[in-house]
């Protein structure tokens, strides 16, 4: 199921990809394209939000004792504070701060492509195969996620985000800096995009989600999951200013609404010096990051066996004291109706 969620959730981006790079530079009854593209988004999204409310069914079984509001919201600040306590969730958003920077500079992909010379439907190609290539890349690495984690339970999975982070730097100093700013270097430019796209996304599949499920009871996993997410995705935004920023003022990118030619290939080499700093910097971080996982995942993910093998216990205790008062009640109940 993870891996079909994985393969639309990618199949959409790829088609997403694609609509707003052709649609960008239409205009349709007096709307620019990059804006319908956004329209089109928030329909499709509140057409998402209502199926949901209306036709999802919640999978869990129905509680047996209905708890407040504020009985709830408590359950969740106590599990969410015991998460942020743990050494291996710090780490691991630590690194995620860091390692999802480059995902958001990369939104500048289409937009360099375009710079360099490449037509809106080139674009969209190149792109899409480096959608497609990542979408191979998440398999790949949850494949052979498990299998490392097998046989090296302490150091697999951190080696293979460590691979991944410490690959994507030279992969996209290539990419961003070595290969000509020419669009007839088409297939260099899309086997570049295609190998980066395999190797930058294997972090969540192979590392991140399987860690974050080992170190929390099954019952927290949508807190730590959730929690993770927030984190992240605030630095994150950042990163889109940070690249504008560094293209402008310290790479010398010139806005201009018709530059051709010359302009338009130091506009294209400035942009790409400011997406590959947004990207190598993060990542070099973001590998070192990972070298502290070797030290806290071991010990958290015994404690949270251990605590799984503890809490099945302290349930069946309960069972057997709920019998035992309802027994005697029954009992109790008996003797009394004799006498009467």
């Not at 052979?144 to 097998?150: K, L, N, V």
Request: charged share 15%.
């Amino acid at each position: 199921m993870g891996h079909t969620t994985t393969l639309y959730r990618w199949l959409g981006a790829m088609m997403g990809g694609t609509l707003g790079v052709l649609l960008a530079p239409t205009t349709f009854l007096g709307v620019h394209g990059w804006r319908l593209a956004f329209h089109i988004l928030a329909l499709l999204s509140f057409a998402l939000a209502v199926s949901t409310w209306f036709l999802a069914s919640d999978p869990r079984p129905p509680s047996a004792s209905e708890k407040s509001t504020a009985s709830v919201a408590r359950e969740l600040l106590g599990e969410a504070k015991d998460v942020v306590r743990l050494p291996t969730f710090q780490i691991l958003v630590a690194q995620g701060v860091a390692g999802s920077v480059p995902w958001t500079a990369l939104t500048f992909a289409a937009m360099w492509l375009e710079l360099v010379g490449f037509t809106h439907w080139e674009t969209s190609v190149i792109i899409n195969l480096n959608q497609l290539t990542g979408a191979l890349g998440s398999l790949f690495a949850g494949l052979i996620g498990d299998p490392m984690a097998r046989r090296f339970p302490n150091a697999g999975r951190v080696a293979l985000a460590q691979v991944s982070t410490a690959s994507t730097v030279p992969v996209a100093a290539v990419l961003l800096l070595a290969l000509p700013i020419d669009p007839s270097a088409g297939a260099a430019y899309a086997a570049a995009f295609a190998v980066l796209g395999f190797v930058m996304p294997w972090c969540p599949p192979a590392t991140n989600n399987p860690i974050l499920a080992e170190i929390v009871p099954q019952k927290a996993r949508t807190t730590v999951y959730a929690l993770d997410r927030f984190f992240e995705t605030i630095f994150s935004s950042f990163a889109p200013a940070v690249v504008g920023i560094l293209a402008e003022r310290v790479f010398g990118y010139k806005p201009a609404s018709s530059a051709t030619g010359m302009a338009e290939r130091e506009n294209a080499a400035a942009l790409a010096k400011a997406v590959f700093a947004e990207i190598a910097v993060p990542m070099a971080i973001c590998c070192s990051i990972y070298s502290l996982l070797y030290c806290t995942y071991p010990a958290d993910r015994e404690r949270a066996q251990k605590a799984a093998l503890v809490a099945p216990e302290d349930q069946d205790c309960e069972n057997a004291n709920s019998s035992t008062a309802t027994g005697v009640d029954g009992l109790n109940q008996a003797l009394l109706a004799r006498n009467d």
